[in-house]
C-alpha cells in the first residue's frame, strides 16, 4: 500500500503566506516527479507546480514568483510555500506523486485526500 497526505492548509488573509507539506509512505521503491494541484468550487482541476526527482520545477503562470515547490528526496516529501496569497488562490490543493511501489512493475499516479486553503480579502 503507498499513501500520500497532505497538511498545512488552513485560512488566511490575502497577502499571507502558508506552507503545504506532502509525505508519501508506505511500500515505495521509486518516486519520480511530484506535485500540487488545486481544484476551486466549480472549476476543474488545475497544475500549480511540479518538480522532478532532480529538482526541475514547473510553474503555472498565476503562482509564479509567489509560490516555490521543492522536496526531500531522503523523506519522500514535496513542499508548497505559497506567499503573498490573494483571494483567488482559495482551493482544495491536492499532491501528487508518480511512484513505484515495490509490488508494481511501473509507475502510477498518487494523489493525496487534499487540503484546504482560504484567502480572505
Known amino acids: 500500500q503507498v499513501h500520500v497526505v497532505e497538511s498545512g492548509g488552513g485560512l488566511v488573509q490575502a497577502g499571507g503566506s502558508l506552507r503545504l507539506s506532502c509525505a508519501a509512505s508506505?511500500?515505495?521503491?521509486?518516486?519520480?516527479?511530484m506535485g500540487w494541484y488545486r481544484q476551486a468550487p466549480g472549476k476543474q482541476r488545475e497544475m500549480v507546480a511540479t518538480?522532478?526527482?532532480?529538482?526541475?520545477?514547473n510553474y503555472a503562470d498565476s503562482v509564479k514568483g509567489r509560490f516555490t515547490i521543492s522536496r526531500d528526496n531522503a523523506k519522500n516529501t514535496v513542499y508548497l510555500q505559497m506567499n503573498s496569497l490573494k483571494p483567488e488562490d482559495t482551493a482544495v490543493y491536492y499532491c501528487?506523486?508518480?511512484?513505484?511501489?515495490?509490488?508494481?512493475?511501473?509507475?502510477?499516479?498518487?494523489w493525496g485526500q487534499g487540503t484546504q486553503v482560504t484567502v480572505s480579502s
Open positions: 501528487n506523486a508518480r511512484i513505484k511501489p515495490f509490488y508494481a512493475i511501473q509507475f502510477g499516479d498518487y
Open positions: 508506505g511500500s515505495i521503491l521509486s518516486i519520480n516527479a
Open positions: 518538480i522532478s526527482r532532480g529538482g526541475t520545477t
